[in-house]
């Protein structure tokens, strides 16, 4: 008879480099898995083909399964996230979160946490991304930011190289649920890993106000560039003209007219309230929202970031300003 098998045919780990490779398995479902061996807390599981079935209670607030590492720790340095293909096979709507655990996780410290809502039936990816703590020797050198380079965070998040766990559970249920797990991966380039001596590291923002060290489709690379990207701009404005019955505010040229103040304003009309343009037209805003033509930002004590910032007595110094 064959000895009993780890639990969850955990795949075999295997370092990979950071050069954006296939996605790594890191948990697969099959006979010979053992579910009696899987932690589940106000939970019963069972394996259907290649996946495993979560049936959650609602007595426990945070019902579900944990996945150790087979061999106490995977290494996901070379990736940007963990995902799973995740089924909700149950007859109400779930919403089913995964957390990837450091040790000493506990929900907010050590642990970065995705999820998604599931409708009966329907089946999504859930991602979890890796985010990653600023390494210390950049953090008195990198300030006044609003995000970090690489998705690194000066607060939480987890060091990739040493992930222990994987959490899939339901929040407070108010009702049993059950969902299927398949396809638990790695996946994902990770970011480059920024140089921490200065002399390579800064400048980190080029004279086009873009990130130095990374390249993307559509980066500005010479000022040749900008012409080709108005040019474009200007052929795609041709091919898709606005709406007909739309004024030059967006506002609802064939509407109703209210009274025109110059000003945009809301009013009451027919028992609803609207946005009323500048011509006394309805309009309806969806989307981004407050776009100016402008965007400050610090430079005490960060001219070294900047590769080529305008020169007092050129034409861009202008644009120089003081702050509170």
Not at 35 to 57: C, P, Q
Not at 113 to 139: H, N
Not at 252 to 261: C, E, F, N, S, V
Not at 294 to 313: G, M, Q, S, V, Y
Request: charged share 25%; proline share 7%; glycine share 10%.
């Amino acid at each position: 008879m064959l000895p009993r098998v780890l639990a969850l045919c955990f795949a075999t780990v295997v370092s990979a480099a950071l050069d954006g490779r296939a996605d790594q398995t890191l948990i697969t479902f099959g006979e010979r898995t053992d579910v009696a061996s899987i932690d589940a807390r106000d939970a019963k599981v069972r394996v259907r083909g290649k996946g495993l079935e979560v049936a959650t209670g609602r007595r426990e607030p945070w019902p579900g399964i944990t996945l150790k590492a087979p061999a106490g720790h995977w290494d996901l340095t070379a990736f940007e996230h963990v995902a799973a293909d995740v089924k909700n096979v149950g007859p109400h709507s779930v919403e089913v979160s995964c957390r990837v655990d450091n040790p000493g996780a506990d929900g907010v410290k050590n642990c970065v946490t995705g999820r998604i809502r599931l409708e009966p039936g329907e089946q999504k990816t859930l991602v979890v991304p890796l985010t990653r703590r600023m390494p210390a020797e950049l953090r008195s050198k990198l300030f006044g930011m609003r995000g970090y380079p690489g998705g690194w965070v000066e607060n939480g998040g987890i060091d990739p190289a040493k992930i222990n766990q994987l959490l899939f559970f339901v929040a407070r249920p108010t009702q049993e649920h059950r969902f299927e797990i398949t396809n638990v991966r790695a996946a994902g380039s990770a970011p480059a890993v920024l140089p921490v001596d200065d002399a390579k590291l800064f400048p980190l923002i080029d004279a086009f106000g873009q990130f130095v060290h990374k390249d993307w489709p559509g980066k500005i690379h010479s000022a040749e560039d900008f012409a080709a990207r108005e040019k474009a701009e200007t052929a795609d404005l041709a091919a898709h003209p606005g709406p007909p019955d739309w004024n030059e505010y967006g506002g609802w040229r064939a509407g109703p007219l209210l009274k025109a103040t110059g000003r945009f304003r809301t009013e009451k009309h027919q028992g609803r309230w609207w946005l009323v343009d500048r011509q006394g037209r309805l309009f309806w805003s969806h989307g981004i929202d407050c776009v100016r033509m402008e965007n400050i930002t610090p430079i005490t004590d960060r001219r070294h970031w900047f590769a080529d910032l305008p020169a007092k007595d050129s034409p861009l110094a202008a644009f120089y300003g003081r702050g509170y």
